[in-house]
T-cell receptor, first 113, second 120 residues
C-alpha cells in the first residue's frame, strides 16, 4: 500500500460545528503532516508529527487541533471555523528519503459557511 | 531561510509545443532536495521527481526532462510535445536534509506554482 488516504473528500460545515478530518497511511512512515492550500496558492505547512509527537505547529489558530493516535493515523479536529478557513487540506507522510519523497493524500476540500 | 521562486505564473502553449517551467531556489545548506509536483484540477499533488543537491545529472522520463544547475540555483522542468493532459499547476519545492522539525521529518517549501494550459 503506497497511498495516503484522506476522508472525507469534501466537507461543508457551519461556523459552530465540530468536525474532524482523517488521514491514514500504512507505509510505515513515521512523520505525518498537515498542509493547508488556499485557491491559487501553494500548500502551506500547518503541523508536523514525528514519531507520533507534535514537532511543529506553524502558529496555527487553536480552532485547528491535530491528533496522532498512532503511527498510521492523523486527525485534524475543527471547531468554530471561519469562512476564511475554507481551503484544501492536504495530509502527507514521509520516511527518510525514499526515491518517492513525500507522499500526499488527495486532500479534503473544506467549505465553511 | 529557504525560498523557491517560480517566476512564471501562467503559461499557455498549443498542443505539441515544448514548454519549460522555471524554478530558482535559495538555501544556505549544502545538502538539500528539490522536487517537482503536478496538481491537476482534481487537487491531488502528484510527485514527479526528486533530486538531491549532489546529483547534477539531468534526467529524462518520457516527455519530461529536468535540468539541475547548482551554479545558477535552478531546477527547470521541460515538457516535450505537450498534451492537453499536461494542463495543471506545477510546483517546485525544496527541502533541506537537516530537518529541524524532528527526526525523520522534513518540511517542504513550495514555490507559488506555474499554471500550464495546453490548448488543443
Amino acid at each position: 500500500d503506497t497511498e495516503v488516504t484522506q476522508t472525507p473528500k469534501h466537507l461543508v460545515m457551519g461556523m459552530t460545528n465540530k468536525k474532524s478530518l482523517k488521514c491514514e497511511q500504512h507505509m510505515g512512515h513515521r512523520a505525518m503532516y498537515w498542509y493547508k492550500q488556499k485557491a491559487k496558492k501553494p500548500p502551506e505547512l500547518m503541523f508536523v508529527y514525528s514519531y507520533e509527537k507534535l514537532s511543529i505547529n506553524e502558529s496555527v489558530p487553536s480552532r485547528f487541533s491535530p491528533e496522532c493516535p498512532n503511527s498510521s493515523l492523523l486527525n485534524l479536529h475543527l471547531h468554530a471555523l471561519q469562512p476564511e478557513d475554507s481551503a484544501l487540506y492536504l495530509c502527507a507522510s514521509s520516511q527518510d528519503w525514499s526515491v518517492y519523497g513525500y507522499t500526499f493524500g488527495s486532500g479534503t476540500r473544506l467549505t465553511v459557511v | 531561510a529557504q525560498k523557491v521562486t517560480q517566476a512564471q505564473t501562467e503559461i499557455s502553449v498549443v498542443e505539441k509545443e515544448d514548454v519549460t517551467l522555471d524554478c530558482v531556489y535559495e538555501t544556505r545548506d549544502t545538502t538539500y532536495y528539490l522536487f517537482w509536483y503536478k496538481q491537476p484540477p482534481s487537487g491531488e499533488l502528484v510527485f514527479l521527481i526528486r533530486r538531491n543537491s549532489f546529483d547534477e545529472q539531468n534526467e529524462i522520463s518520457g516527455r519530461y526532462s529536468w535540468n539541475f544547475q547548482k551554479s545558477t540555483s535552478s531546477f527547470n522542468f521541460t515538457i516535450t510535445a505537450s498534451q492537453v493532459v499536461d494542463s495543471a499547476v506545477y510546483f517546485c519545492a525544496l527541502s533541506e536534509a537537516a530537518a529541524p522539525s524532528g527526526a525523520g521529518s522534513y518540511q517542504l517549501t513550495f514555490g507559488k506554482g506555474t499554471k500550464l494550459s495546453v490548448i488543443p
